[in-house]
Nanobody, 125 residues
Framework: QVQLVESGGGLVQAGGSLRLSCAAS????????MGWFRQAPGKEREFVAT?????????ILADSVKGRFTISRDNAKSTVYLQMNSLKPEDTAVYYC?????????????????WGQGTQVTVSS
């Protein structure tokens, strides 16, 4: 089992920044590829970002956040981050981090084995 706890969400004005953190425990963090998803009210959970390598050296970002969001990880701290800049009202959602034991976890929720409880991000216009 892997336990994931997100933090860093909150209320921010459009154009502002937030950094989300996700602390992992329970298994060897470096064995997992890590991703971020988000879910707005009434919508399906959607992909935001994932690390391709377990070291975090490369990543995939959703088109809607490219150039604004960055995913990174610190294996020594068993933590994955999502730096969010130039936030827009449409970024408002609950943000979830997820861990995958798959070599290629992909960009859909079914590719991930463990999930955090989520952290709310609200961007006001």
């Amino acid at each position: 089992q892997v336990q994931l706890v997100e933090s860093g969400g909150g209320l921010v004005q459009a154009g502002g920044s937030l950094r989300l953190s996700c602390a992992a425990s329970g298994r060897t963090f470096s064995n997992y590829r890590m991703g971020w998803f988000r879910q707005a009210p009434g919508k399906e959970r959607e992909f935001v970002a994932t690390t391709i390598s377990r070291s975090g050296g490369s990543s995939i970002l959703a088109d809607s956040v490219k150039g604004r969001f960055t995913i990174s990880r610190d294996n020594a701290k068993s933590t994955v981050y999502l730096q969010m800049n130039s936030l827009k009202p449409e970024d408002t959602a609950v943000y979830y981090c997820a861990a995958s034991s798959n070599i290629v976890p992909g960009t859909t929720p079914r590719g991930y084995d463990y999930w955090g409880q989520g952290t709310q991000v609200t961007v006001s216009s």
